[in-house]
C-alpha cells in the first residue's frame, strides 16, 4: 500500500509557514511516488474531525503559488490538545492509515508530537517542524517566520525613525513576543549610528520599571531631540506581573471571563500613553502595536527565510523516515542547515535571548545581539541622511 | 545677480516627499545655473529663524538617495502661520532676497502660500507643491505620498485578511484620514473576490452607527467565518460627533489641555473593542491602528508616487517662473500630467471621496471606487489561495 502523510499547521501563521508545507508535500511526491498526502484543516482540529484536503491532487505550480503565499493555506489552531484530545486525534490518524504526521509550529505543537508519540506505540512517525516569529525554540539557531517578520519589524522602525525626525515626539512600538526578547530586539537592526531609533528596546528577559523608563525617554529627548522606544508586549515588572497591571489603575484593568488580566491590546498601548502624559506631560507622543502586519506582511517575505521554511518540510519527510522527531535549523560553518533533534528537546521549552545580546547598563542591543541580528536581518535598503 | 529658491516641507512625511524637493532643486540647477536653493528645515519656522541648508552644494547624487527616502528630509512643521507668523516668514524670505518660495504639503500649506502671496505684494514667487497621503486636495486626480500610502494599506488588509483565514475572528484596522476616506478604502484596492477582506469599509463621508456596525460585522462573520474591517480614524455618527464619543463613557473620554476629545490614538481602538466585545461576546477580536506606517514604510515605496513626486518638484520650478500658483496633478489622456491651479482653488478645501466610490446600500466599495483604485493602486503581489 502506498505510503500515507498527513500534515497540518499550529499556532500563529507566519510569511512563510506555507513554504514548509509545499517543501514537505514536493519531497514526498520526489521520495515517495503514489504517496497520499492529506493538509488537516485548522491543525490537529482536522484531524479529529476529519476535515482534510488532499494535497497529493494540487498541481507544483499551484502548490508553489501558495508557498509563496502569507498566512496559513490548512488554517491554524490554538489547541492545546490534552491526553483525551490526542487520543481522538489518535484515532483519527489510525482511521486514515497515516504513516507519519509533519505538524509545524512552535513549542507547543511540539509538544503534542511529543504527547502523540507517547500514546501510539511506534506506529506512526510523528514529525515537528519549526515555526515562529518568536525565535524561541530551544536548539534552534533561529526559527523560520522570524527573518521575514524581523525584516518587518526593522524597516518599521526605520520608518518610524525618519518620520520623527521630521516631526519630533516619542513614539513607542509594541511588538509581538510574550517571553522571548528576538522580535523587538529586530526592531533595531537597521539601525545606522547612535542617532537613529529605536534609542531604546524592551524585552521581556529585563524587568520593566516604568520610572526607569521614564527616565530613559528624557534623557534621550534631551539628547535626540525625539525618542523611538520598541517594546515587547511580554515585558514585565521586577515582581513578575504584566506591565499594564504597574501603568493602569486596578478598577480599570480589563479582564477575561477568567478574571485573566489582557496583556496586550488596546490596554497595553493606552497604558503607556498615560504613562507618558503624565511622566513627561506635554510632550507629543504616539504609542502603537504594530499588531500581525510583522508575521505576514505580503511586501516583507524575505527570501532567506522562505527558502529555509522550503527546506524545513523537505527535511521533515526525511525526519519521518528516521521515525520522527524534531527538525532544527542550525548555524554550522557560516551557513544554515538542517538536523534532527529529539521532540522532548523543544516540546514546552523557552529559548529566550541570550542575556549578551544586550548592553548591561542600557537597554540597547550590545555588539554580539547586533551581529546575530545583522546576520540574519541584513539591511535591504538603502536610504539617505535627512538634513535635521 | 543669481536666482535665489527657498524649499521647504509641511505637514506629515510621506515615502516619496523628499523626491519633491529633488526633482525641484535639480530642475532649478538645470534652468538657473548658479543659482542657491536654500532649504528650509522644519517648514515656514526655519524662514522665521533663518535655518537653512544649502541644497545648491549638494552633489546630485546624495541627493537623488535623500529622494528615495521616506520621511521629510527637511524636517517638517504642524505650524498654521498666522498673520504675523506670515510677517515674520515673509521678512525672512526678503531678507535672504529669495525669488521663489517652493513649499510642499496639503490645503493647509496652499493656505500659508496664499496669505503670504496676498502680504508680499508680488515681488516673490509663492509655490504650492501638493503632498497628502489623505488624497484630499481639490483640483487633483490624486496626490504624491497617496499611491504608496494606498499600497501599503491594501497590502496590510490582504496580509491579515490572510491571517485570519488561518485563524478566525474579527479585525479592525484604523487608518489615517481625518476627514477623507481614500486612504482607509484603499484597504480594499486588492481584494480577489467577495470572499476577501476587507468586508465592511467605513469612512468620514458616511455617518457611523455603533449598532449598524455590530450587524455588519455579525452579518459577515456568519457568511466569511470571519470579518475584516477598515475604518478611518475621522468616522462621525449622525449627529457630527467623533465615534470615540459614542464608544467610551463621557467621565472616561480623554481631553486635551484645550478640552478637546481625542480622535485618535489608543481610545478609539479601545472603544471599538469595547464596542465589540459587547455586541459580539466571546468573539475573537482584535483592534489595531495601522498608525504611521502607511506614510513612510520604506518597503513600500511605489515608483509610480516617486516619480511623479519628482514631476511635482520639477513643475514647482516652472509655476515659479510663471509668477506662483499651485501645482496639480491632473488625470488626462490616460496618464497624470502637471498643472498650474490657483492657490485658493486648493487652499483650506477638501476633497473629499465621491459618494459613488462607495456602495449605496453597504459599507464596500463600488465598482467606480475600485476602478479608481485599481488605477493608481494596481495589485503588487500574486497570492494563492488558501485551503480554508
Known amino acids: 500500500?502506498?505510503?500515507?502523510?498527513?500534515?497540518?499547521?499550529?499556532?500563529?501563521?507566519?510569511?512563510?509557514?506555507?513554504?514548509?508545507?509545499?517543501?514537505?508535500?514536493?519531497?514526498?511526491r520526489r521520495r515517495h511516488p503514489g504517496a497520499k498526502v492529506l493538509g488537516s484543516r485548522h491543525g490537529v482540529r482536522g484531524i479529529r474531525d476529519g476535515d482534510y484536503v488532499d494535497?497529493?491532487?494540487?498541481?507544483?505550480?499551484?502548490?508553489?503559488?501558495?508557498g509563496a503565499t502569507p498566512g496559513a493555506a490548512l488554517g491554524s489552531t490554538r489547541d492545546k490538545p490534552d491526553a483525551?484530545?490526542?487520543?481522538?486525534?489518535l484515532a483519527g490518524l489510525k482511521k486514515e492509515g497515516a504513516d507519519a504526521f509533519i505538524y509545524i509550529g512552535g513549542n507547543d505543537t511540539s509538544g503534542t508530537q511529543q504527547i502523540l508519540t507517547d500514546a501510539s506505540g511506534g506506529s506512526i512517525a510523528f514529525v515537528h517542524a519549526p515555526k515562529t516569529i518568536d525565535n524561541d525554540l530551544m536548539e534552534n539557531d533561529h526559527t523560520p517566520g522570524f527573518i521575514s517578520a524581523g525584516e518587518f519589524v526593522a524597516g518599521a522602525f526605520l520608518s518610524v525613525d525618519l518620520d520623527f525626525r521630521a516631526l519630533p515626539g516619542v513614539y513607542v512600538g509594541i511588538v509581538m513576543g510574550r517571553h522571548a526578547g528576538f522580535l523587538t530586539a529586530s526592531a533595531a537592526a537597521w539601525r545606522a549610528d547612535e542617532d537613529s531609533g529605536p534609542h531604546l528596546v524592551y524585552v521581556p528577559e529585563r524587568a520593566f520599571s516604568v520610572p526607569r523608563f521614564i527616565d530613559d525617554v528624557r534623557a534621550t529627548l534631551d539628547r535626540h531631540k525625539r525618542c523611538i522606544v520598541a517594546v515587547s508586549e511580554g515585558v514585565t515588572t521586577e515582581d513578575g506581573r504584566a506591565v499594564v497591571e504597574s501603568l493602569v489603575p486596578p478598577d480599570r484593568l480589563e479582564r477575561d471571563?477568567?478574571?485573566?488580566?489582557?496583556?496586550?491590546?488596546?490596554?497595553l498601548n493606552m497604558a503607556f500613553e498615560r504613562a507618558l502624559a503624565e511622566g513627561l506631560p506635554g510632550k507629543r507622543a504616539r504609542v502603537d502595536a504594530?499588531?500581525?502586519?510583522?508575521?505576514?506582511?505580503?511586501?516583507?517575505?524575505?527570501?532567506?527565510?522562505?527558502?529555509?521554511?522550503?527546506?524545513?518540510?523537505?527535511?521533515?519527510?526525511?525526519?519521518?523516515?528516521?521515525?520522527?522527531?524534531?527538525?532544527?535549523?542550525?548555524?554550522?560553518?557560516?551557513?544554515?542547515?538542517?538536523?534532527?533533534?529529539?521532540?522532548?528537546?523543544?516540546?514546552?521549552?523557552?529559548?529566550?535571548?541570550?542575556?549578551?545580546?544586550?548592553?548591561?547598563?542600557?537597554?540597547?542591543l550590545s555588539d554580539t545581539g547586533m551581529a546575530y541580528l545583522k546576520r540574519l536581518v541584513p539591511a535591504k535598503y538603502q536610504v539617505g541622511k535627512p538634513f535635521v
Not at 84 to 89: G, H, P, Q, S
Open 1 to 28: 500500500m502506498a505510503a500515507k502523510f498527513v500534515i497540518a499547521q499550529g499556532g500563529g501563521p507566519t510569511a512563510v509557514i506555507n513554504q514548509t508545507v509545499v517543501g514537505a508535500a514536493l519531497e514526498i
Open 84 to 89: 483525551a484530545y490526542c487520543d481522538l486525534v
Open 257 to 267: 471571563a477568567h478574571g485573566n488580566i489582557k496583556l496586550s491590546g488596546s490596554d
Open 290 to 364: 504594530l499588531g500581525y502586519l510583522p508575521r505576514g506582511y505580503v511586501g516583507a517575505i524575505n527570501s532567506t527565510d522562505s527558502s529555509e521554511a522550503f527546506e524545513a518540510g523537505v527535511f521533515a519527510v526525511e525526519v519521518a523516515a528516521r521515525g520522527g522527531g524534531s527538525v532544527a535549523l542550525k548555524h554550522e560553518g557560516g551557513k544554515t542547515v538542517m538536523r534532527q533533534v529529539p521532540l522532548d528537546a523543544v516540546a514546552g521549552k523557552t529559548r529566550h535571548m541570550p542575556d549578551d545580546f544586550m548592553q548591561p547598563d542600557a537597554n540597547q
Open 55 to 66: 494535497l497529493s491532487e494540487i498541481p507544483e505550480e499551484q502548490l508553489r503559488l501558495v
